[in-house]
C-alpha cells in the first residue's frame, strides 16, 4: 500500500442484535476449542465464532502435522482437555505408536472431528464461516462486537469476550495494547504452507534417508544445490506419516507475510501452491524409491502463520522467566517446548549454514524442567471484560517462538474458558476478579498439571 491510505465513514445501520450468551470465543484454533469447551463445562452460554468451515486452525485448516512434545521428557505435562485432544487423536491414528509423547503426526481430518465433539459435547455453540469484523470498546469493557457472515452483519454483546484468533484481531480493534515482530514492528517470523502428498511408498520412507535437515544425508540438500526447483527456498524440512502413504508436510518458507495484511497472505497462497506442487516434483526426482508416484493431494487452506500480533497483558512473560525455568503463583498452566524461532530471510542469506546457527542459539530445557504462564499474561491491559489465550498471548517476541506450539495453547485455551466462564457468572464479567488460588483449584479438578512446588518456590522473592 503507498501514500496514506483513503477513509470512508460507515453510516449508521441497524443490525441484529444477539445478547443471549455469556462468554462468547472468538478463533477455533486449538486455544478457541479447549477455551469454548472449559467455559460451557463450567455452565456459561457459550459461543465459538470461527472463520473458517472447521475448528483446530493451523493444525487442521493450515495442515500443521504434527503436535510438539506433550511431555517434559519425564511425563505429560499438558494435561486437562489437552490431553484428552491428544490421547484421543492418537487412538485414531493405529499407525502411529500407543506410548508416543513427542512429535506425533495429526491426521487432520480426524482432527477436526476431535475439536467438533470436544466443543460440542461440553455445550458449547459454534458459528462456523462467521468472521470477527470489529469490536466496540465501552470505556474498559468490550461491549459489542460485530462479526459477518452470510447473514450479513450480526452484532453480539456477552459478559467476557475471549480472543484467540492467533492475531489478537478481538483485543487490538477493541483498543488493547499490542507489539507485533520487534520493537520497530518488523521481523514476523516466515510463513509455511504445508500440504499433503499421498501414495508416498512407505516401505522406501522406513529404509530411506531422513527428509528433516538434521539429517546430513537429507534429498533436500541435493534439491536446493542442484538450483532445479528455484521455488524451494531453504532446507527447511518437517514431515509426518498422517496415515497410510500420506504424509504431511511442514516445508519451506515464505517471507514478509503479515496475517493482519491479507495482500502479503494472498500472495503467499498463490506461491505457496506452487511451492508444495515444487516439492512434490523434486521429491520424486531426487527420492524416487518413495515420491515416484506420489500425488499431492492437499494444501491448507489456511496459511501457515507462525507469528502476528502479542497483547500487552497485565504481565509480560521474558525470556528471564524463560531461562530461570520460572514459578508464578497464578500460573494457570507449564510449558517446556524449546524456544523455536524461524530465522529472517536476511539471516539466511547472510548465514549459508543457518541451521547449525540456529541450533546454538535455541534454548532447550533438561528432563523435567517447565516454566509457568501467568493468568495475568492472558488478561489484556486495559479491558475489564476479555482475555486472549494462544499464540498471541503476553510475552516478549523471543518467548512467543515457544509458547506458540500447540500444546501449550490447548493448556491456555482451557484456562482462559474456565476463567471467562467464572468472571461472567460471578463477576458481572470482570476477569481480573477471578481468583487465581480458585482457577489453579479448579483447573486441578479436571487435571492440570500444575504442581504445587512450583508456586511454594515462587513464593520467595520475585
Ligand atoms: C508452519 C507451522 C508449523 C508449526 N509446527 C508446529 C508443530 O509441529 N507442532 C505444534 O504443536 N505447533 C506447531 N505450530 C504452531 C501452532 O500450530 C500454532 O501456533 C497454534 O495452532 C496456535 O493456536 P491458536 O489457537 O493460538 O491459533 P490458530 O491455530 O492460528 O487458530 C486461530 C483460529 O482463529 C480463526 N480466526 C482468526 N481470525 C478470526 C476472526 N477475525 N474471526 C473468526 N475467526 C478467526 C482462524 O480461522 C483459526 O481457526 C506451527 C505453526 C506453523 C504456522
Redesign the pocket.
Known sequence: MVGAMKTYSVPSQSVPLDDSWDVIV???????CTAAAASAREGARTLL????GA?????T??L?????PFSDKEKIIYRGLAEQVFLTLKAGMPHVAKDALD?VPIDPEQLKRVYDALVTEAGASILFH????SAQREGDRIGTIL?TNKSGLTAYRAKVFID????A??CAWGGAEFHKGNARGEKLMP??H?FVLANVDDAAMSAGPGLHRAHADSPIYRIVASGKYPLIPDCHL?VAQIGPGTYGF?AGHLWDVDNTRPETVSHAMVLGRKMAQSYRDALAEFFPAAFANAVLVNTGS?M???ETRRVVGDYVLTLDDYAARRAFPDEICRNSYFIDIHSAKDEIAKNPDEYADLRKRQLHYGPGESHGIPYRCLIPRSLENALV????ISCEQIVQGSV????V?LAM?EAAGMAGAMAAMSHEGRVRQVEPAGLRKRLQEFGAYLPETSVEAAAGPQ
Open positions: 472468538a478463533g477455533g484454533g486449538p486455544a478457541g465464532i470461527e472463520s473458517t475448528l483446530g486452525g493451523m493444525g485448516s493450515a500443521v502435522p504434527a503436535w510438539t512429535w462467521t468472521h470477527l469484523a462479526v484467540c484468533t492467533g492475531d484481531d478481538l510463513a509455511t504445508c518437517c511442514n489456511l501457515g502463520i507462525r489465550a494462544g499464540r498471541s506458540r506450539v500447540m500444546p495453547c485455551g
